[in-house]
């Protein structure tokens, strides 16, 4: 069974750090990319990073891009999502899904189109 297990959130202040993971497990790793997304109240879910390990090729919006840098570990299975200088606009429940397509070496945001096995999600709140 195919399953991306989202953790590591949790509440901080802003100008903080935070680091998520995202274990994948029931497939091969290798031969997939693997992306965060995010979804605050209201809002529609955005797409925030993604890795292709295999193809050494990673993304990020321009919103965290300088801030967030994401990073992956094919030993452990496990995408890591790295966030400094959070800020309360990060406040959002992060997720993360997979996708086979080269999808991580354009520029631009990230769809959500391509993605799918979408784990449970992990709350990120940021204070001010």
């Known amino acids: 069974e195919v399953q991306l297990q989202a953790s590591g959130g949790g509440l901080v202040r802003a100008g903080e750090s935070l680091r998520l993971s995202c274990a994948a497990s029931?497939?091969?790793?290798?031969?997939?990319?693997i992306g965060w997304f995010r979804q605050a109240p209201g809002k529609e879910r955005e797409g925030v990073s993604c890795v292709y390990h295999k193809h050494s090729t990673s993304r990020y919006s321009d919103s965290v891009k300088g801030r967030f840098t994401i990073s992956s570990d094919n030993a452990k299975n496990t995408v890591y999502l790295q966030m400094n200088s959070l800020k309360p606009d990060d406040t959002a429940v992060y997720y993360c899904?997979?996708?086979?397509?080269?999808?991580?070496?354009?520029?631009?945001?990230?769809?959500?189109?391509?993605?799918?096995?979408w784990g449970q999600g992990t709350q990120v709140t940021v204070s001010s």
């Open positions: 899904a997979r996708t086979p397509f080269s999808v991580c070496d354009g520029v631009g945001p990230i769809s959500q189109d391509l993605f799918g096995n």
């Open positions: 029931g497939f091969t790793f290798d031969d997939y990319a």
